[in-house]
Nanobody, 122 residues
């Protein structure tokens, strides 16, 4: 299984950035997908998740209203559109796949991507 994340980079505060994750080696439609992030010196934290069919999403309070997760089961991709970015959003972002949702939140992912760095300058 491979989850290949891309789209990270440097952006000014208030700007936007889109991340994408291409999955291979798994039956994509059988997995819920999510994004997590890890800021320097902090633990990895949940950002957003989306159900198998894409009809349900869940967001961390810190990104609700600014980030949008989506998936394309025909292309085996999951995306994260990030708007109104803040310096606190600076982190390495990881996509993840799993089959356990707790109240729509992806928990205990089975597979992780390699991460892509997002840096927001203030």
């Amino acid at each position: 299984v491979q989850l290949q994340a891309s789209g990270g980079g440097l952006v000014q505060a208030g700007g936007s950035l889109g991340l994408s994750c291409a999955a291979s080696g798994l039956t994509f439609g059988n997995y819920a997908m999510g994004w997590f992030r890890q800021a320097p010196g902090k633990e990895r934290e949940f950002v957003a998740s989306i159900s198998w069919t894409g009809d349900s999403t869940y967001y961390a309070d810190s990104v609700k209203g600014r980030f949008t997760i989506s998936r394309d089961n025909a292309e085996n991709t999951v995306s994260l559109q990030m708007n109104s970015l803040k310096a606190d959003d600076t982190a390495v972002y990881y996509c993840a796949a799993g089959r356990i949702l707790s109240s729509l939140k992806l928990v205990r992912p089975e597979y992780w991507g390699q991460g892509t760095l997002v840096t927001v300058s203030s």
